[in-house]
T-cell receptor, first 116, second 113 residues
Framework: AQTVTQSQPEMSVQEAETVTLSCTYDTSESDYYLFWYKQPPSRQMILVIRQEAYKQQNATENRFSVNFQKAAKSFSLKISDSQLGDAAMYFCAYRSPQTGANNLFFGTGTRLTVIP | DTAVSQTPKYLVTQMGNDKSIKCEQNLGHDTMYWYKQDSKKFLKIMFSYNNKELIINETVPNRFSPKSPDKAHLNLHINSLELGDSAVYFC????????????FGQGTRLTVV
């Protein structure tokens, strides 16, 4: 099974600054999908950003962007101009392209604190 | 309109009881899932159904039985609840032809006392 590793259990960032959350994964597949989910205290899982492995261009969504390094199997999330509302658990996730294996494999999460 | 809705949001019950968690999606998705989030926040797949057919059944005790009456519903029934079953259970759905999307319900916090 694929494994997803988030090596930073906790991170903090000053409001308006930039922070990068790390994620690495292990797979033998050449095509796959990667995601970052945010889980605020409300518990809701919110999709932040996604990346298809066959696309070389890094995905961006407003203040959120990724640095996808396929050869290194790395998928980091950069949050620019951090806001208090960004405080949450962030989960990196992997999905296989195989039919019948549509589930997500999650990392252990990074708790992000935003300091006013 | 809520896309993926779970009921109840909170469930407190005694050991040995049987309980069910319901999940419904109104997105027209053909695949639904149950994930378990333990006390350390780790999320792991339990079951996956595609068009009412069981696709994934991870190593989960037989006390857990999913039921999918139709494509829009996937319920989770748990027999003989144990203390270790306490967790947050998430329902999710997706479309097999669109692997870049998956939507989650708000989670059900189950506490077994």
């Amino acid at each position: 099974a694929q494994t997803v590793t988030q090596s930073q259990p906790e991170m903090s960032v000053q409001e308006a600054e930039t922070v990068t959350l790390s994620c690495t994964y292990d797979t033998s597949e050449s095509d796959y999908y990667l995601f970052w989910y945010k889980q605020p205290p409300s518990r809701q899982m919110i999709l932040v950003i996604r990346q298809e492995a066959y696309k070389q261009q890094n995905a961006t969504e407003n203040r959120f962007s990724v640095n996808f390094q396929k050869a290194a199997k790395s998928f980091s999330l950069k949050i620019s101009d951090s806001q208090l509302g960004d405080a949450a658990m962030y989960f990196c996730a992997y999905r296989s392209p195989q039919t019948g294996a549509n589930n997500l494999f999650f990392g252990t999460g990074t708790r992000l604190t935003v300091i006013p | 309109d809520t896309a993926v809705s779970q009921t109840p949001k909170y469930l407190v019950t005694q050991m040995g009881n049987d309980k069910s968690i319901k999940c419904e999606q109104n997105l027209g998705h053909d695949t639904m899932y149950w994930y378990k989030q333990d006390s350390k926040k780790f999320l792991k797949i339990m079951f996956s159904y595609n068009n009412k057919e069981l696709i994934i059944n991870e190593t989960v005790p037989n006390r857990f039985s999913p039921k999918s009456p139709d494509k829009a519903h996937l319920n989770l029934h748990i027999n003989s609840l144990e203390l270790g079953d306490s967790a947050v259970y998430f329902c999710a759905s997706s479309l097999r032809s669109k692997p870049t999307e998956a939507f989650f319900g708000q989670g059900t916090r189950l506490t077994v006392v």
